[in-house]
């Protein structure tokens, strides 16, 4: 039993490594059963969230579709795509993502950086820091504090803007790239479930960035697609980008 065991992983495995990343991205969403939004001509699209998503933004910039505003990470690469990919639906694409943020920080920039931009889509990349800093920073947040902020920020933004179909982000950490990954575990974990569960319980779509990077460093160590753990490579803001692509139809 456990030589079958190990033939069906290895088979797994190894057919896996054979895929190119839309197929391996494509793979891993048929396995979580991720659901598509459909985007629809004139949309706002708004990324929000911390340093993943800010990624060298121009802060000054106010102007859709720009690309110092958009920054150099995987917004850009997504908001490439579409702009190139769907010239005749006129999408406004905006990040108003901020390093070092957590979901509190967000909240109280909320009005003039999210709800004041009316957005049709809105995804969120946000929790690494409300676990992270903990660690660093001396942030003295829970999981609850993380799982309550989430869902009030939730709650005020259906809200204001009842029609807005959300994505959320998985926090994620490339394995075996920091030294003190040991620290991260279990306690990441319940991160990780916890913005799982608020897509489930506001019915968002969930993008599974943790089994995405867990499945791309089959193919390549993680410090190919992250210089720390978290902070995407080149590849790993098109690997992000890739799976962000995946979640809407046009």
């Not at 620290?183 to 479930?193: A, D, H, Q, S, T």
């Amino acid at each position: 039993m456990l030589n079958r065991r190990n033939f069906i992983r290895n088979t797994a495995i190894t057919t896996l490594a054979t895929l190119s990343i839309p197929e391996l991205v494509t793979t891993t969403f048929a396995a979580e059963k991720v659901k598509k939004i459909q985007l629809q001509k004139d949309d706002i699209i708004l990324f929000q969230g911390d340093s993943i998503t800010d990624w060298g933004r121009n802060h000054t910039e106010t102007k859709p579709n720009n690309t110092s505003m958009l920054g150099s990470g995987y917004t850009l690469i997504a908001a490439t795509h579409l702009l190139t990919q769907y010239p005749k639906n006129k999408f406004q694409i905006y990040n108003r993502g901020v390093s070092g943020n957590k979901v509190f920080q967000l909240a109280e920039r909320w009005d003039a950086e999210c709800l004041n931009f009316k957005p049709n889509v809105l995804s969120i990349m946000v929790g690494v820091n409300d676990f992270w800093h903990t660690l660093t920073n001396g942030y003295t947040g829970t999981i609850n504090t993380y799982r309550d902020d989430y869902k009030k920020l939730i709650d005020r933004t259906k809200q204001a803007l009842p029609d807005v179909k959300l994505i959320l982000g998985e926090p994620f950490l490339a394995k075996g790239v920091r030294p003190e990954e040991k620290n991260w575990y279990p306690k990441f974990n319940e991160y990780r479930l916890v913005a799982r569960e608020v897509a489930d319980t506001y019915h968002a779509t969930f993008i599974p960035y943790q089994s995405i990077m867990d499945d791309a460093q089959k193919l390549v160590p993680g410090t190919y697609w992250t210089s720390d753990g978290v902070h995407p490579t080149v590849a790993g803001a098109g690997l992000m980008a890739q799976a962000w692509l995946e979640t809407v139809k046009a």
